[in-house]
């Protein structure tokens, strides 16, 4: 059984940062997903990366948002810079193909 754990979320003020963790139970050898889900809205991934480091972004955090991967502690973060109340989501880990996900952690952008 594979447990993905997210930490890191909070409340924060529109432009502030905020950096998650995500721990992974084992080695997986696979692409590392950061997904969010706002109320009411479908949940979207909004960044990648792969096991030799190559990230992709969703253009709404593209120059905002950076993703990275330790290998060695099993743990992928999100940093997440400028952030808006639109960024307000539950965001949950994920890995594929395997389908893993975590249970989320919740990151509220309000003055």
């Known amino acids: 059984q594979v447990q993905l754990v997210e930490s890191g979320g909070g409340l924060v003020q529109p432009g502030g940062s905020l950096r998650l963790s995500c721990v992974v139970s084992?080695?997986?050898?696979?692409?590392y997903n950061w997904a969010r889900q706002a109320p009411g809205k479908q949940r979207e991934v909004v960044a990648s990366i792969t096991h030799d480091g190559s990230t992709r972004y969703v253009d709404s955090v593209k120059g905002r948002f950076t993703i990275s991967r330790d290998n060695a502690k099993n743990t992928v973060y999100l940093q997440m810079n400028s952030l808006q109340p639109e960024d307000t989501a539950v965001y949950y880990c994920?890995?594929?193909?395997?389908?893993?996900w975590g249970k989320g952690t919740l990151v509220t952008v309000s003055s």
């Open positions: 084992r080695s997986i050898f696979g692409i």
């Open positions: 994920n890995v594929q193909p395997m389908n893993y």
